[in-house]
């Protein structure tokens, strides 16, 4: 499997260059230029951002500011930090599956009394060795993370447009999802996972002006495909957990992106689906295909907007 999707690369009428002539058929809006990518969350099928942004800069249309959410938010970080595709891939692939995933001691033992399944730590060095970058005020394009206020269940944003934090604690938190890992605290106040609150934060993206916003959207869904060679026999209380999420997310990104459409004064957006897997969320051997998917996905959907279709 090559380590990234070539230019050429795509089915069908999907095979030549969109041009950069798309990016001029996108009118400003309000004095705007901004392309505003917002990343979803997906645990490592959030790579196919990799490929959505390298379909976005063949087009033209490389982003100016980026919204994300959970493992969306950290490949929001990577970009806007100034890396393009091939080096955000060749920094994540750099990480183990097994850097990551760590079961905590006992976990399983305590049962309800369990803070988390996985040990949290292992998370935070992941992303620190990940990411060269420290301070949102460090980053070349503004960045915007959102997170879930624990004890409220306020969507919270940090970065461009909300609130000051050291980044790596605002990420380590968007990351956390319950049940695998515990909230962070940061200025005396818990978070979790952005994605409990908005999995694909278009909510958090209206109020950014922007000529075009582009949704990438790798989280639950019950279009998700049947994952080959994922664990099986979970215990049947993580089964449980996975599936409410499902049903949760799904709904609420649906929701989203009708409120989403049904306002004509929210800018042209740009959704994008790749294919996904369920139950995928720790398989980072993955990456490069969820690369791929995510770069063939943005062609078509490119594809469609070029042509006024969709």
């Excluded at 004095?31 to 990343?39: L, W």
């Excluded at 599956?97 to 730590?121: D, H, N």
């Excluded at 695998?180 to 605290?185: A, D, G, L």
């Amino acid at each position: 499997m090559s380590s990234m999707p070539p230019a050429e690369r795509g089915g069908g009428s999907l095979k030549v260059h969109l041009g950069r002539d798309l990016a001029d058929a996108i009118p400003p809006r309000d004095g705007s230029a901004a392309v505003v990518m917002v990343c979803g969350g997906g645990g490592a099928k959030a790579a196919a951002h990799i490929g959505a942004l390298q379909a976005l800069e063949e087009a033209g249309l490389s982003p100016g500011q980026f919204l994300g959410t959970s493992m969306g938010a950290v490949f929001a970080t990577l970009f806007a930090s100034g890396l393009g595709a091939r080096a955000a891939l060749e920094r994540v692939a750099s990480i183990d599956e097994r850097e990551i995933v760590q079961t905590e001691t006992f976990a399983f033992l305590k049962g309800l009394w369990a803070r988390s399944l996985l040990k949290p730590l292992p998370l935070r060095r992941s992303l620190e060795r990940m990411l060269g970058t420290r301070r949102f005020e460090d980053l070349k394009l503004p960045l915007t993370v959102t997170a879930t206020d624990f004890d409220s269940g306020e969507l919270v944003l940090f970065g461009a447009g909300g609130r000051s934090a050291p980044l790596i604690d605002v990420l380590w938190a968007s990351c956390a999802l319950p049940l695998f890992f515990p909230p962070v605290t940061i200025d005396g106040r818990r978070y979790c996972d952005g994605g409990l609150r908005s999995v694909l934060p278009l909510e958090a993206a209206s109020i950014i002006p922007a000529r075009l916003v582009v949704a990438v959207d790798v989280g639950p869904g019950f279009d998700e495909l049947a994952g080959e060679g994922l664990p099986t026999g979970l215990p049947p209380v993580v089964e449980t957990h996975n599936q409410a999420m499902t049903i949760l997310m799904s709904e609420q990104t649906r929701a989203a992106l009708a409120f989403w459409r049904q306002n004509p004064n929210r800018p042209p957006l740009l959704y994008v689906r790749p294919r996904v897997e369920k139950g995928a969320t720790f398989r980072v051997d993955q990456v490069r295909r969820y690369v791929e998917e995510g770069y063939a996905a943005t062609r078509a959907a490119l594809a469609g907007l070029k042509s006024g279709a969709g």
